[in-house]
């Protein structure tokens, strides 16, 4: 089964609500998959091919945190993907900047440089060669797929943007879990 990730927006109440009973993630996430929970967004298994295009080559700053808050707290138990990562309020302003000063067609302009690379999900290019080389291959019948993935994976974007600027205006915390 493949992973899928999650990002939450905690507040306060909600964070020490889960400190002190943990199963209610698990009630939460299962709740928003039949009625949407405000400060949740669910990446599915787009969860690694926007880690990639977001934190680019620069997995270590703040854009690395995006998706699956590398530099973030332990939170909870191990999960498919090792722990969930809280990020605090301050990490969160400072992710949401970051997210901010991205292109709107961030989707667009780095899909291309999924091709070749093994990333969960299956997401990018499927023609064969490097980035950029499309002279090679004159089929066109993978790109009705990749043009759904592009609008998928864009939409998530937005969600992953709207998502930490929400939190940061609001104070709070951000739970990145891949499970």
Not at 111 to 120: A, D, E, F, N
Request: glycine content about 10%; aromatic content about 4%.
């Amino acid at each position: 089964m493949a992973m899928h990730g999650w990002l939450l927006s905690l507040s306060p109440k909600r964070k020490a609500v889960l400190v002190d009973d943990l199963s209610l993630l698990h009630e939460v996430l299962d709740e928003h998959r039949r009625t949407p929970v405000r400060g949740v967004l669910e990446l599915g298994k787009a969860w690694h091919a926007l880690d990639l295009m977001i934190a680019g080559e620069n997995s270590n700053g703040a854009l690395g945190d995006a998706v699956i808050g590398r530099r973030g707290s332990l939170f909870g138990k191990k999960g498919s993907f090792g722990t969930a990562r809280l990020l605090a309020p301050e990490k969160v302003r400072v992710v949401a900047d970051a997210l901010d000063a991205l292109s709107a067609e961030l989707v667009t302009q780095r899909y291309p440089s999924l091709r070749g690379k093994t990333v969960q999900g299956e997401y990018g290019p499927k023609k064969k060669g490097k980035p950029g080389d499309d002279d090679d291959d004159d089929d066109d019948d993978d790109k009705p797929e990749e043009e759904r993935e592009i609008a998928e994976l864009d939409q998530l974007y937005q969600g992953v943007r709207a998502l930490y600027r929400a939190a940061a205006n609001d104070g709070n915390s951000v739970l990145a879990l891949i499970d």
